[in-house]
């Protein structure tokens, strides 16, 4: 089956203690990409990635690092996670980009990830 | 900074009525407008989507009509079901980027 795997989906820690959220898809993707939720705020982008080894910021970057070394999996990392990093995080893959040419390239998907951090 | 805006943040309807939710964008660079239907639990799934040469997509009972020149689009959907409850996101790119709009949670009463 198709799908985008983030582990784990619920996850509470304390501040500064270092985390990673994994994904990982098997729909040989080359764009992925993470979003965090918040009500009333919607989907904010963290980081993507094009494909292996390029990554690049998104809208809210602080706080949070990822890495692409396989095409399949696109971790994401907080190093020292802060109270106001609490939410519900979703990694996100497609064929290709999902503007310009690639018309036809959805975003797929995980289930997500609810972070809490104390 | 929210570059797509939508409204509104919450909607009820009652079953066989019309939903409507609106968005409205600042960059002009943007090029493909997907709507993405979430329900709880899971993540968002795409809905429908259009390019801003086309003024209208049509796929069932969902419906885009997209306004260049106001930068505005909207999501129609005839005949509301109580299976649409769900989070609608819009959304806009412009080639390697995705941003979305706040979310309506649209609630359709039996």
């Known amino acids: 089956e198709a799908q985008v795997t983030q582990n784990p989906r619920y996850l509470i820690t304390v501040t500064g203690k270092k985390l990673t959220v994994t994904c990982s898809q098997n729909?040989?993707?080359?764009?992925m990409s993470w979003y965090r939720q918040d009500p009333g705020l919607g989907l904010r982008q963290i980081y993507y990635?094009?494909?292996?080894?390029?990554?690049d910021k998104g809208d809210v970057p602080e706080g949070y690092k990822v890495s692409r070394k396989e095409k399949r999996n696109f971790p994401l990392i907080l190093e020292s996670p802060s109270p106001n990093q609490t939410s519900l995080y979703f990694c996100a893959s497609s064929l290709k980009p999902p503007g310009g040419v690639s018309y036809n390239s959805p975003l797929h998907f995980g289930n997500g990830t609810r972070l809490t951090v104390t | 900074q929210q570059q797509v805006k939508q409204s509104p943040q919450s909607l009820i309807v009652q079953k066989g009525g019309i939903s409507i939710i609106n968005c409205a964008y600042e960059n002009t660079a943007f090029d493909y407008f997907p709507w993405y239907q979430q329900f709880p639990g899971k993540g968002p799934a795409l809905l429908i989507a259009i390019r801003p040469d086309v003024s209208e997509k049509k796929e069932g009972r969902f419906t885009i009509s997209f306004n260049k020149s106001a930068k505005q689009f909207s999501l129609h959907i005839m005949d509301s079901q109580p299976g649409d409850s769900a989070t609608y996101f819009c959304?806009?790119?412009?080639?390697?980027?995705?941003?979305f709009g706040e979310g309506t949670q649209l609630t359709v009463n039996p």
């Open positions: 959304a806009a790119s412009s080639g390697s980027r995705l941003t």
């Open positions: 729909m040989n993707h080359e764009y």
């Open positions: 990635s094009m494909n292996v080894e390029v990554t």
